[in-house]
Nanobody, 121 residues
């Protein structure tokens, strides 16, 4: 089994910062990419940013310029540094991993349980 454990969410005032972390564990042969998605109340889950094992990044408009993504391959951990937070950033943030195990070369997908970020004064 594979597990993704997220941390770092919470309540922050507008203009503040938070850093989200997501650590993967379990039977993992390799990780293709890790990323962050968010889901606001009544809305669809959408990409914020993702990063490949080689370091290539992709940002949605919501994350571009304010939420740099990074990863520590040795720790199977991805980070999202959230700066200049706005009330509209309030959402549950989910970590997603695309990986391969030892039994198949097909890409597999795993999601974290989500961490709530609330931006409010």
């Amino acid at each position: 089994q594979v597990q993704l454990v997220e941390s770092g969410g919470g309540l922050v005032q507008p203009g503040g910062s938070l850093r989200l972390s997501c650590a993967a564990s379990g039977i993992i042969f390799s990780i293709d990419a890790m990323g962050w998605y968010r889901q606001a109340p009544g809305k669809e889950r959408r990409l914020v940013a993702d990063i490949t094992s080689g370091g290539s990044t992709d940002y949605a408009d919501s994350g571009k310029g304010r939420f740099p993504i990074s990863r520590d391959n040795a720790k199977n951990t991805v980070y999202l540094q959230m700066n200049s937070l706005k009330p509209e950033d309030t959402a549950v943030y989910y970590c997603k991993m695309v990986y391969r195990n030892y039994y198949s070369n097909l890409p597999l997908y795993a999601w974290g349980q989500g961490t709530l970020v609330t931006v409010s004064s």
